[in-house]
């Protein structure tokens, strides 16, 4: 009971302080407006300038001394959005373009050379309460549930594992533009705040090699969230892969990607292991407008397992894929709507709330690979209530079929549902408060679910 008129008191905080905000910041957000106008009229009069004093350059002047042009960036139709995580910018594409709006910001030239640099990232520090076992103390992931204890034990935490640094690098070539990132987090073993990498990846024109996002993701389809999860429907795996793009003009473009992504399967033999005996297969085509976007994936894979040499086990394999269709729709209030649903079979890996947990596929009595069938969706709405403060309803849930081979402790469903308010009085800071509701359901019926509020601040280096 106490729980729950926490839970209410939150809520219902929501709305008042939403509107004192929005009558508050009215009369500041037109004083800021009148300011960057008048602050863009004098900078272009300053370049005027500097552009009738500039001396000539001349055959003496020193090439380690010449500051390279500005580098020449491909503009997407899709607008700018601020994000509380930022992942939708250090995912690569078509052309190695930007949102509309974004710019060269925090970037600089390295002397002697066509390459522009920009070392970015944030410090985020996370503050949860649980009103139960959560099974993940750190971020909320609805399939770790414990289902038989902690029910009524509240529980808080604190950390920074989201802190994290980015180095990015881009330079104009023949073959087009040649963008390098690398980017870390804390989330990594080795103790509370192991370094982990999370990106490694470079793409020349639109050709893309190295460790990222896996092509079968949408990062612009994402929602607006505080917690680092995220809805459990959505694809989210990071992969060695190889990708082109080709782009077909009027926003329109395909996607061919091979990845290294390893099976999960449920194997009873105990000398059983799953092979990598093929690249996963992704192919997307997409479109871009001012509207928003629309994403259609779709990756094929195939899944196989080996016992020790001499053992009686045997081997198999089989054929998997999957569906998903994704998007973003803008309104002309500055509102937005982000969706997907997926679907497939053996594709529980490829998606948040199964991933690591084995359920690609089951190997039968008689030795063969069964895989198994998922399919769900995810919703968010995104609300502007003023220029500094913003509020996202999300929704997710997932499901995993069925099955007399799997044991009745396993997964069968899961529910994800958050709303939050965020407030970026400056662009380098945010501070934001989210409650989340998560609910595990197994396979026998048996269920469990749990609330968490959760506050964070972040600062950005860059921005």
Same mark, same amino acid.
């Given at each position: ?13 929501? &709305?008042p ?21 008048t ?19 001349t ?16 503009i ?13 910018? &250090? ?40 009103s ?9 992931? &609805? ?22 640094f ?32 999370r ?43 190889i ?23 449920q ?52 054929? &998997? ?16 709507f ?36 998922q ?34 402790s ?6 994800y ?47």
């Open positions: 009971m106490h729980t729950l008129v926490r839970v209410i008191c939150f809520a219902s905080s929501l &709305a302080a939403c509107a004192l905000a929005q009558s508050r910041d009215a009369d500041q957000d037109a004083e800021l407006k009148q300011l960057r106008e602050v863009e009229v004098l900078t272009a009069r300053i370049h005027a300038l500097e552009a009738k004093q500039a001396p000539t350059p055959a003496e002047a020193s090439p380690a001394l010449t500051m390279p042009p500005a580098l020449k960036l491909a997407s139709p899709l607008p700018a959005r601020e994000s509380f995580d930022e992942d939708d910018q &250090a995912t690569a594409r078509a052309d190695n373009d930007v949102p509309t709006g974004s710019d060269l910001e925090g970037f600089f030239p390295i002397p002697g050379t066509a390459t522009w640099i920009r070392l970015d990232g944030y410090a985020k520090l996370d503050a949860m309460w649980d139960g076992d959560a099974g993940d103390d750190d971020q909320f992931i &609805a399939s770790d549930i414990p289902i038989d204890g902690g029910r009524g034990k509240s529980r808080f935490n604190m950390h920074a594992r989201q802190t994290r980015t180095l990015e690098a881009r330079r104009d070539t023949d073959r087009g533009q040649l963008r390098m990132l690398l980017q870390n987090d804390f989330f990594g073993s080795g103790g509370s705040y192991g370094y982990r990498l990106h490694a990846w470079g793409q020349l024109g639109n050709t893309y090699v190295g460790f990222g996002w896996s092509a079968f993701m949408d990062l612009d389809s994402g929602p607006d969230l505080i917690d680092f999860a995220g809805p459990g429907a959505s694809p989210s795996a990071r992969v060695a892969s990708r082109q793009y080709f782009p077909l003009g009027k926003g329109n473009q395909l996607l061919l990607a091979a990845e290294h992504h390893s099976p999960e399967l194997l009873p033999g105990a000398t059983q292991q799953p092979r990598n005996a093929a690249p996963s297969l992704v192919a997307a085509a997409r479109h871009e407008a001012d509207w928003g976007h629309l994403q259609l994936s779709g990756v094929m894979r195939y899944l196989a397992y080996d016992s020790a040499r001499g053992s009686v086990e045997g081997s198999g394999g089989a054929y &998997a894929g999957g569906l998903a269709l994704s998007g973003s729709w803008n309104a002309d209030s500055g509102d937005y982000v969706f997907g649903v997926v679907g497939g079979q053996g594709i529980a890996s490829y998606l948040g709330d199964l991933g690591g947990l084995n359920l690609d596929g089951v190997v039968d009595a008689r030795g063969d690979l069964q895989t198994l069938q399919y769900g969706g995810w919703g968010g709405y995104n609300h502007q209530w003023s220029g500094r403060w913003r509020s996202t309803l999300t929704y997710s849930q997932l499901r995993l079929e069925r099955d007399n081979l799997l044991a009745a396993i997964f069968r469903r899961s529910d549902a958050a709303v939050n308010l965020i407030w970026q009085p400056a662009p380098s800071w945010s501070w934001g408060a989210e409650l989340l509701y998560g609910k595990l359901e197994q396979q026998d019926g048996t269920s469990a679910d749990v609330f968490r509020v959760q506050t964070a601040l972040k600062y950005d280096f860059i921005r």
